[in-house]
């Protein structure tokens, strides 16, 4: 659906009039499209204590032909970016006159102690202004949970509170994460690197990635923009919507789509199959067959190596006024039948090694939503499912994540009551709703052969929602 008030607040009489009242000014966002770079602009560097991944950083930027200059408190810089065969400069500090750059990465993992928080301060301080707009902030950490030492759990978990608040202070579609990276899972960061930097990440900010080790090396695409190329990929509810994007971005980067969805719906997912070179399965996957013909559709295609389970249904009413049939019905598409279809697949074989999971969750899972007790009960299982299945999965070389859509503008949101839909637009760092093919970036990352390090993750496409912040 358009945004009225996003073209408004950005013309001549509207910026005027919405700096004056005070009201948001949500900025047009940049998304990716294919042929771009996976960022338009330079990086600046920054680290304190003892950083372990300027190293890695230096060849995966090299890799990416991206530019680089170094902070003052980062002057090793210098010689491990020439190392690596990049062309690199000292950052000025000269205040608002300070070179402009589109991404800061600060490299926190040598800080154990909250006496040494001050690199950070200085690091944010001097460049927080220099930061173009639709850039990117990316801290690296370690996993506090997996700290020796006290203090120095301490201070990574206080990158949090750091990250989330840079990414609503600096607004401008400024997105802002941090990423927790195990030891030993230093060569796993690639995926997550150019995914966060790039503008498929445009509605994601104020997360926290998790990367650990994989059983297997990471095994890097062939062709970074089709990193999905010869992958075979199941898209349940793939008619319309986030489904549909979600489909489109897949094949777009290189998959072998097969599209599902209800057989009500068929004459849909066949014209978005047709569209992708892709193949349409209609299946109602509440059917106690459905997951023995899911089993034989995967082996009749040699197995699967993705699935996505997007499918899902709501059914509005606050308990109290609940029927029982509402609230099975709800649950049973949206958490049983993935349940049921995971242990079919992975009892069979029928999703391929290395495989990858990913599931569509919502911020409702994690922040609830009036008359929303059922819906909210099966997004919040499917986050369950993801954590509680990712360290077994990991045994077998098998991921699984979560994205949890916000606000996304779909045929559904449309038809939201006018005052609930501008809350849902607003309330974020962003000002603004996502679209489909946000939420769709982001299983595509999950569902990159380069992700092995990334399992049991719930992350939010959602601008930075208050909702359950």
């Known amino acids: 659906m358009k945004d009225s008030y996003l073209n408004f607040a950005n013309g001549g009489f509207g910026a005027r009039l919405t700096n004056m009242l005070g009201m948001p000014r949500p900025e047009f966002l940049e998304r990716y499209e294919p042929e771009q770079p996976v960022i338009n602009g330079s990086v600046l560097l920054g680290s304190g204590g003892d950083p372990a991944l300027l190293e890695t950083l230096a060849t995966l930027f090299q890799s990416m032909k991206t530019q680089t200059l170094f902070h003052a408190q980062t002057p090793q810089w210098l010689k491990i970016a020439n190392d690596a065969g990049l062309i690199t400069g000292r950052w000025e500090t000269k205040g608002k006159q300070s070179e402009k750059v589109k991404a800061l990465v600060f490299d926190a993992t040598g800080i154990g102690d909250s006496s040494e928080s001050a690199v950070l301060h200085r690091f944010f301080h001097d460049s927080a202004r220099s930061i173009l707009n639709c850039g990117r902030i990316i801290v690296f950490g370690r996993p506090p949970e997996q700290c020796q030492d006290a203090r120095k759990a301490t201070v990574q978990r206080g990158l949090e509170g750091l990250m989330r608040s840079l990414g609503k202070e600096i607004k401008r579609g ?67 919507g986030i489904g549909a994007a979600i489909a489109e971005v897949m094949a777009r980067d290189g998959a072998k789509v ?108 994690i922040a609830g939503n009036l008359g929303q007790a059922n819906y909210a009960f099966s997004k919040a299982g499917v986050i369950g499912m993801v954590q509680s299945l990712a360290p077994s999965l990991a045994q077998h070389d098998i991921t699984i994540n979560a994205v949890a859509p916000g606000f996304i503008e779909t045929q559904m949101t449309a038809v939201i009551p006018f005052g609930i839909r501008e809350a849902g637009r607003r309330l974020n760092s962003m000002h603004q709703g996502g679209q489909p093919q946000d939420v769709a970036e982001a299983v595509a990352w999950f569902a990159n052969p380069a992700s092995g390090g990334v399992t049991g993750n719930i992350v939010r496409v959602c601008g930075q929602s208050l909702l359950g912040a």
């Open 174 to 240: 400024v997105a802002a994460q941090l990423v927790y990276v195990a030891e030993g899972a230093e060569n796993h960061i690639e995926s997550t690197l150019r995914f966060l930097l790039s503008p498929r990440s445009a509605y994601v900010s104020g997360q926290v990635v998790h990367i650990g080790g994989a059983k297997k090396a990471a095994r890097d695409p062939a062709d970074w923009s089709v990193p999905l190329k010869g992958k075979k990929i199941l898209v349940t509810g793939s008619a319309r």
């Open 258 to 365: 097969v599209c599902l969805d209800i057989p009500q719906a068929q004459i849909d997912i066949e014209k978005v199959a047709a569209k992708l070179d892709g193949s349409a399965l209609a299946l109602d996957l509440t059917h106690s067959a459905a997951p023995d013909t899911l089993v034989t559709a995967a082996q009749a295609d040699g197995g699967w190596d993705v699935v996505v389970h997007n499918a899902g249904i709501t059914r509005d009413k606050t308990l109290a006024n609940m029927r029982a049939e509402i609230w099975n019905s709800v649950v049973d598409v949206n958490l049983s039948t993935q349940e049921r279809i995971n242990d079919a697949l992975l009892e069979s074989g029928a999703l391929n090694k290395s495989g990858r999971i990913v599931c569509v969750s919502s911020i409702s899972g």
